[in-house]
């Protein structure tokens, strides 16, 4: 339930918001949510996998957000933006 | 309605309020603090369900590690919002259609009170077998290895499970996050402009001058 909610109101953030930031911090929310369930279930099935995850995602998370700000901060060196919506180069 | 069950419901709350509030407040360091308000009480929804070292691992990383990414990001950038600009993006009532239909959809498929705790044997998630030398009762007088059990050691089973069962993906996890490091490194590396060329330094000059070499050698 409150990982299904969190979830959804990521996904929303990702979608909905224009400033870049804000969605790499709506992944965050997302990746959250999934340790949530994650846990809830380690804990109900009495076995430690879950757990392991967590932690992989927990490290996943951490490298993804480095990378994705290094990409942010040289975007907004080039184009001086974060604005999602401008970003089009490849629109074709 | 037992404790536990009032702090979770108290917790969830604060924790799908704040998350609410990180996608809808205007200014991203607002933002940010926020996540770091809902990353807490993920913490602490973790340590209620016997997850104490994922619930560290949590706090560490997350509030300690990335939300200082973020903070630090967002005020080198430092984007200034008019107030009559627009937050949102151009399809945003799409955004909230598809977010609503996931919620409906994992609500659907997840109904709360049918996940009951069936088995009440919890023991591989908090306990730890230890080999100890002592006396041994077959043969008194000797010694002998015995294997006891501990118990509320999670961090132990945790670290335990780590480093025996899950050693491989450990290891690709720490050369994934080297690999991260060296991107972001590369990807966040400034070129130097003609002015500040003049200006640098000779030795700056000379590394410059060696990055280039190395990026023909490895293009070559």
């Given amino acids: 339930m409150l990982s299904g909610t969190l979830f959804a109101i990521g996904l929303v953030g990702v979608i909905i918001r224009r400033n870049m930031i804000t969605v790499l911090m709506a992944i965050e929310l997302m990746l959250n949510a999934v340790n949530i369930n ?11 996998e879950g757990q392991i995850f967590t932690i992989f995602i927990i490290t996943v998370a951490a490298g993804e957000a480095a990378v994705g700000l290094a990409i942010i901060i040289q975007l907004y060196r080039l184009r001086s933006t974060i604005n999602i919506d401008e970003s089009r180069e490849l629109h074709g | 309605m037992s404790i536990a069950l009032l702090v979770f419901f108290v917790i969830g709350t604060i924790a799908v ?3 609410a509030l990180v996608i809808t407040m205007r200014n991203p360091v607002h933002s940010a603090l926020f996540l770091l308000l809902t990353f807490l009480c993920v913490a602490v929804l973790f340590v209620m369900k016997g997850a104490e070292f994922v619930g560290a691992v949590q706090v560490l990383v997350y509030a300690g590690g990335i939300m200082v990414l973020f903070l630090f990001v967002v005020m080198l950038i430092n984007v200034r919002h008019l107030p009559e600009e627009r937050v949102l993006s151009h399809f945003w009532k799409g955004g909230f259609a598809v977010g609503l239909g996931v919620f409906i959809l994992l609500f659907a498929i997840v109904r709360p009170g049918v996940y009951r705790d069936v088995r009440t044997n919890k023991a591989p998630l908090t306990t730890a077998k230890d080999r100890v030398l002592g006396p041994s009762r077959k043969n008194p007088g ?3 290895y015995r294997t006891v059990r501990r118990h509320n050691v ?11 069962d899950y050693l491989v993906p450990f290891e690709v996890a720490s050369l994934f996050l080297l690999v991260a490091m060296i991107g972001a490194i590369v990807i966040g590396k400034r070129e130097l402009s003609a002015e500040e060329e003049e200006t640098a330094p000779n030795y700056m000059l000379e590394k410059v001058k060696t990055e280039e070499k190395v990026k023909e050698a490895m293009s070559a």
Avoid: I
């Fill in chain 2, 17 to 19: 309020a704040a998350s």
């Fill in chain 1, 38 to 48: 994650l846990v809830a279930f380690s804990h109900h099935l009495a076995s430690l």
């Fill in chain 2, 142 to 144: 000797k010694l002998a």
């Fill in chain 2, 154 to 164: 999670n961090s132990e089973a945790v670290g335990d499970a780590l480093y025996r």
